[in-house]
């Protein structure tokens, strides 16, 4: 076992998918796979990972959660899904607690599946950015078609059935400058938990990717050229943090304590001194891995390439794996690899450089590893500076008086 607790986001289908977002990041796994591949984890590999995820977490551990991912989980069918909790029953130790939660974009979710996440107290994540005419914008199913009539039915029994959900909100180019429009949709709908998630792709990757232009494109790209570094659907690092700091204003007016953004609970406990939850915004990441259909482990499920893969479940044990001197190397590169520019940021204590995976600006100095972001974090870390201290002062108070 482990000496600190660690995380796998598991994708037992691999990167197949009901839908066609153009954004997708994960649809590369395919290529790397064979589309003739059987995208699917077996029983025997699907008890390995359950039995080694649970004993491999440090002996203290009271609780583990296993998070499903794809591609689209849900097409692997309710008893799946029924295996892995009979499993996790099976190897779970006494006095710990498995938590489970599924991320979905909704379209197969009925009443039987409803039923099941409930009755197993699974947390759904369910895929949805904004209105329809938002929303489709991106988000259409195989043959094109519009997708949100479905989220919507997905949403409403999954409130009907008392299932707890979150909404994940890709931010784009179409809704990176209705950040106000999509929180209050959401809002006004019944989601009191939502995560927004920037889109950055680099130009010329994935399934939908666009030319990458001339030869005579620059390798490099700094704050004022990052618009040549991305798709035309990555959303701009202004936009982004424009969307951000929109939601946020509408959130602080009225909605403190009833509704719930992830971002905002964050910066609120980085504001109070702790450290984030989130692998994005700590000073170190390598805490989080990704488990392939096929067992093949990843050090991050942003880098699922070959030169970031650790090893197989069958023939590695989970906790060598997250130990390996690799594996070590590349959380620490979050911080070691940090720009001197981003030393001196008055805001680097929330972002910390954000995810490595978008560090591909130039500084103004010169130096490799900005993040693409940078704009859009700064702003609003600025922004929210001024209330956040407050609600920290009012929160640690609290904790003295009580």
């Known amino acids: 076992m482990t000496a600190t607790p660690f995380h796998v986001l598991a994708k037992p289908i691999g990167p197949i998918c009901n839908l066609d977002c153009h954004y997708c990041y994960y649809l590369h796994t395919e290529d790397l796979y064979g589309r003739g591949n059987r995208w699917q984890m077996t029983d025997s590999r699907l008890e390995q990972f359950v039995r080694q995820y649970i004993e491999s ?104 059935q008392r299932v707890e959900f979150n909404t994940m909100v890709c931010v784009h180019r179409a809704n990176g400058d209705h950040g106000a429009e999509v929180y209050s949709y959401l809002r006004d709908i ?61 959130w602080i007016r009225q909605d403190v304590g009833k509704v719930f953004v992830q971002i905002f609970d964050e910066s609120l406990a980085m504001w109070t001194g702790m450290e984030s939850s989130l692998c994005i915004f700590r000073r170190e990441c390598g805490e989080s891995l990704v488990i392939e259909h096929n067992g093949d482990v990843y050090s991050c499920d942003h880098f699922v390439k070959p030169s970031y893969l650790l090893g197989n479940i069958e023939r590695n044990d989970l906790n060598s794996l997250v130990d390996l ?32 995976k978008n560090r591909i600006l130039l500084t103004p100095d010169g130096e ?35």
């Not at 070691?336 to 490595?356: D, K």
């Not at 940078?374 to 002062?393: Q, T, V, W």
């Open 57 to 160: 977490q440090p002996l203290h551990a009271r609780d583990v959660e296993f998070v499903w991912q794809g591609g689209e989980p849900t097409l692997l069918g309710l008893d799946f899904f029924r295996k892995a909790v009979s499993l996790q029953k099976k190897h779970v130790r006494p006095g710990m607690t498995v938590r489970n939660c599924l991320q979905t974009n909704g379209v197969l979710l009925d009443e039987s599946w409803c039923a099941f996440l409930r009755e197993n107290g699974f947390l759904v994540g369910l895929s949805i950015d904004g209105p329809a005419h938002l929303h489709d914008s991106y988000r259409v199913d195989r043959q094109g078609k519009s997708t949100h009539a479905a989220v919507v039915r997905a949403l409403q029994l999954l409130q009907a």
């Open 190 to 250: 019944g989601c009191r938990y939502m995560q927004f998630i920037p889109i950055v792709e680099r130009r010329g990757a994935g399934r939908h990717a666009e030319a990458t232009g001339s030869d005579a494109q620059p390798e490099v790209f700094t704050m004022n050229t990052a618009e040549e570094a991305v798709s035309s659907r990555s959303v701009l690092p202004g936009q982004f943090g424009r969307f951000l700091i929109s939601v946020f204003d509408e």
């Open 325 to 356: 001197p690799a594996q070590v190397e590349f959380g620490r590169s979050k911080a070691t690899s940090l720009p001197q520019y981003c030393h001196v940021c008055e805001v680097r204590f929330a972002c910390n450089g954000e995810c490595p």
């Open 368 to 402: 490799p590893g900005l993040n693409y972001l940078c704009e859009g974090y700064r702003s609003f870390f600025n922004h929210i500076d001024s209330p956040l201290r407050k609600m920290a002062s009012a929160l640690q108070a609290s904790m003295v008086d009580g």
